[in-house]
């Protein structure tokens, strides 16, 4: 089956909402006085570094999977990822005793593929600087009868995504503003949904690393830009380009998208692990450090921040915040 030709709306939102319950964790809401103090604002963190794996990418890959026919979770589930999303099609795939076959780089931290294998996933090697992912996984698709689901670029993954604004807004009402990470999309179409249909007047940011603005340059250039790999701590943010279900979505219910760069994701880390004590990923400080960023528009507003992972490994969050 190819993505539904019909873009995502609110209703598939909640489709997802009631699809990932049985499996989803509902994720804390957390504050912080001293943030507040600082930033002058009221800010409210949907913290997803709580859900399983470790990350969001876990609704949008159950939803997707959760709808597959018998005969599609026969065959299995075919994707490309090193990060996030690997891991949870890979943990989805097992909650739903559907075989999943995962294309990694050559290159992937051996951890990414060690917590891949460890939820059961089958990982096919490439090379990342000859071989193209996209291709393998089609190709392999067609062979093998496998269904590609591919990290945001397809209705059920965006509508899954979602259910994580929808569980703020459910939780704490209207909002001022919100501010989300981005890559490829997935996480801000799906929460624009959410947002136009519970606050509609909350202004909606994106947040991609200043390293790889492709997502500000397509909304200014009206069509999706595509750039190199950009060089930037938040790994799960190195996409090259949006895709084309979030861009239609980003372009029409996006309010602006901002910047931080790898110097403010280490500050913001740092506060989150100092001061509210939880470990967050790089990717997942993005809007924290927009929100210091922008503290002097936003005094006295309800602001809303998606904190979208805390997959990182020990080690290498104690050299980043020794750097
Ligand atoms: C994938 C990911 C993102 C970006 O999400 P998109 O849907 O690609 O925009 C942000 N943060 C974390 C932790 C991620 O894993």
């Known amino acids: ?33 001293r943030v507040n103090e600082s930033v002058g ?9 709580f859900q399983r794996m470790g990350a969001f990418k876990f609704r949008g890959a159950f939803n997707a999977l959760s709808r597959f ?7 299995g589930v075919v994707t490309y990822s090193s990060g996030n999303h690997a891991q949870a099609i890979a943990l ?37 600087y000859t071989g193209h992912r996209e291709e393998i996984g089609r190709a392999l698709a067609a062979d093998q009868g496998l269904t590609l689901i591919p990290p945001y670029d397809h209705p059920h993954v965006i ?13 704490v009402g209207d909002l001022d503003a919100l501010f989300v990470p981005l890559g490829g999309g997935g996480l801000l179409s799906g929460t624009a949904l959410s947002a136009r249909a519970l606050s509609p007047d909350c202004a909606l940011y994106g947040v991609e690393p200043e390293a790889g603005d492709d997502g500000r340059r397509s909304l200014r250039e009206g069509s999706i830009v595509h750039i190199d790999t950009p060089r930037t701590i938040a790994d799960g ?24 760069t790898d110097a403010e994701l280490v500050d913001a880390m740092r506060i989150f692990g100092s001061t509210m004590k939880i470990v967050v990923e790089p990717t997942g400080c993005l809007g924290l450090a927009a929100v210091r960023n922008l503290a002097a528009e936003l005094g006295g507003k309800r602001v ?20």
């Not at 604002?41 to 570094?49: L, P, Q, R, S, T």
């Not at 509508?159 to 939780?171: P, V």
């Not at 809303?304 to 750097?323: P, Q």
Request: negative net charge; glycine residues 6%.
């Open 237 to 260: 943010a190195q996409t090259q380009h949006l895709g084309a279900y979030p861009f239609e979505i980003i372009r029409r219910e996006v309010d602006a998208v901002v910047t931080a």
């Open 159 to 171: 509508a899954g995504q979602g259910t994580a604004a929808k569980e703020l807004f459910d939780e």
């Open 1 to 33: 089956m190819s993505p539904s030709p019909t873009p995502p709306t609110y209703d598939d939102v909640l489709s997802a909402a009631a699809h990932i319950a049985p499996q989803a964790h509902r994720t804390p809401v957390l504050r912080s006085r």
């Open 69 to 75: 026919t018998p005969e599609q979770r026969r065959s």
């Open 92 to 128: 989805a795939a097992r909650l739903l005793d559907i075989p999943a076959t995962i294309i990694m780089p050559h290159d992937a931290p051996a951890s990414k593929v060690a917590a891949t294998e460890g939820y059961g996933g089958k990982v096919v090697r490439y090379d990342r």
């Open 304 to 323: 809303g921040v998606i904190v979208s992972g805390g997959n990182v490994d020990l080690e290498r969050y104690a050299s980043l915040l020794a750097s």
């Open 41 to 49: 604002a009221d800010v409210v963190f949907k913290c997803e570094n």
